[in-house]
């Protein structure tokens, strides 16, 4: 079994230009979530779907960031535009069906470096 | 929100200790999961606890579920290098949540 699967794993980009990462969830994995980790703030959700439908937004910090899936195959996590503070390390993760706290399965992540 | 604080926030131990490490919450938690973290890579599960009491082992580690619902351990045997990383518990957000909430995390290295 392949995993989650992220895209890039890394990134560097200057400030205000648009950054988009992506994320393969495990087949047959109807959940799907985006957090963010930094030193400061530690592991935060920053919104999560349930059959494609965005469930809960609500750890999104603001309107520069967004977040689709097309398909339950991908989703992409967009900034734009992007800030310094936004730099981070943006993990996936895709879940069972029940979508059960504990069934989370996690990708290597994105590091993302904003100057 | 809930909160977890985990503690030691970093340990150095000689390989072959054992180590312990706690979190703490505030608000009662139904289940408590703990995670490890590899360098560069994301978090994997290590053991779920779903009852007040309840001691589960996964080889050499062993996690207890507080009797106050508002705390967990976590206890590493005989450590060796490979059990460099961080290590975070987390538990739903709320009672059936899909969402996790997650302590600050214990970074342990092993000195050979």
């Known amino acids: 079994d392949a995993g989650v699967i992220q895209s890039p794993r890394h990134e560097v980009t200057e400030m205000g230009q648009e950054v988009t990462l992506r994320c393969k969830p495990i087949s047959g994995h109807d959940y799907l979530f985006w957090y963010r980790q930094t030193m400061m703030r530690g592991l935060e959700l920053l919104i999560y779907f349930n059959n494609n439908v965005p469930i809960d937004d609500s750890g999104m910090p603001e309107d520069r960031f967004s977040a689709k899936m097309p398909n339950a195959s991908f989703s992409t996590l967009k900034i734009q535009p992007s800030e310094p503070r936004d730099s981070a390390v943006y993990f996936c993760?895709?879940?069972?069906?029940?979508?059960?706290?504990?069934?989370?399965?996690f990708g290597p992540g994105t590091r993302l470096t904003v100057l | 929100g809930q909160q977890l604080n985990q503690s030691p926030q970093s340990m150095f131990i000689q390989e072959g200790e054992d180590v312990s490490m706690n979190c703490t919450s505030s608000s009662i938690f139904n289940t408590w999961l703990w995670y490890k973290q590899d360098p560069g890579e994301g978090p994997v599960l290590l053991i779920a606890l779903y009852k007040a009491g309840e001691l589960t082992s996964n080889g050499r580690l062993t996690a207890q579920f507080g009797i106050t619902r508002k705390d967990s351990f976590l206890n590493i045997s005989a450590s060796i290098p490979s059990d460099v990383g961080i290590y975070f518990c987390a538990g739903p957000a709320w009672a059936g949540s899909y969402q996790l909430t997650f302590g600050k995390g214990t970074k342990l290295s092993v000195i050979p």
């Open positions: 993760a895709s879940s069972l069906p029940l979508g059960r706290a504990d069934t989370q399965y």
